[in-house]
């Protein structure tokens, strides 16, 4: 009797420890795709932010290209608010939390942020100098004309790369090597 009883225990025991590996195993796939939808939704909430600063951008430089005197100035500092908001973004802390989140490849992510950075500060410095330049002669030389509109290109460029026709997302621009391209392009265009 004692030693059925033993085995029965055995038996059962080697279930539940059957049962709690199965349990394991659930509650780990479900953290891991809890874990790549919220990786692709900060991604995809990375590059509306980074799209919608661009096409204020290039919204407002627009209005600067027009050389409507009363517009000019305006449309260049909302051109530079929007510019700042991007250099905002692209300069990370966190940077360790953020490489982590957004793409697994630190490489990649170090590469994207840091071009990034400077690239968008480098944009942010010529348009600060051209608006105080503006402010105080209350001119801007055609040579600046021609790199607002080359930077204007530059954004709109950008923006089409990631989003479709109606303004949504594409599917692959929260893919790490997609995002890094058209981020490459816009950092090529927009040196003077």
Not at 10 to 21: A, G, P, R, S, V
Not at 28 to 55: G, M, P, T, W, Y
Request: a neutral charge; one cysteine or more.
């Amino acid at each position: 009797m004692r030693v059925n009883l033993r085995i029965w225990l055995k038996k059962q025991w080697q279930k539940m420890i059957i049962i709690l590996l199965l349990l394991c195993c659930v509650l780990l796939s479900i953290q891991v795709v809890q874990d790549v939808r919220l990786r692709n939704h900060v991604r995809e909430l990375f590059v509306e932010k980074l799209v919608f600063s661009a096409k204020s951008i290039s919204v407002n430089l627009e209005v600067t290209l027009q050389r409507d005197e009363e517009t000019m100035c305006a449309g260049l500092g909302a051109a530079k608010t929007y510019i700042d908001m991007m250099v905002q973004q692209m300069y990370m802390p966190e940077h360790v939390f953020r490489y982590n989140i957004l793409w697994k490849e630190y490489d990649f992510a170090y590469e994207v942020f840091v071009d990034g950075y400077m690239s968008t500060s480098y944009v942010q410095m010529n348009l600060a100098e051209m608006l105080d330049r503006m402010i105080d002669t209350g001119e801007i030389t055609a040579e600046d004309f021609e790199y607002l509109n080359q930077t204007k290109l530059a954004m709109d460029e950008f923006c089409q790369s990631l989003t479709k026709e109606d303004g949504a997302l594409r599917k692959e621009a929260i893919r790490t090597d997609y995002f890094s391209e058209c981020f490459r392009r816009l950092k090529k265009r927009i040196y003077r």
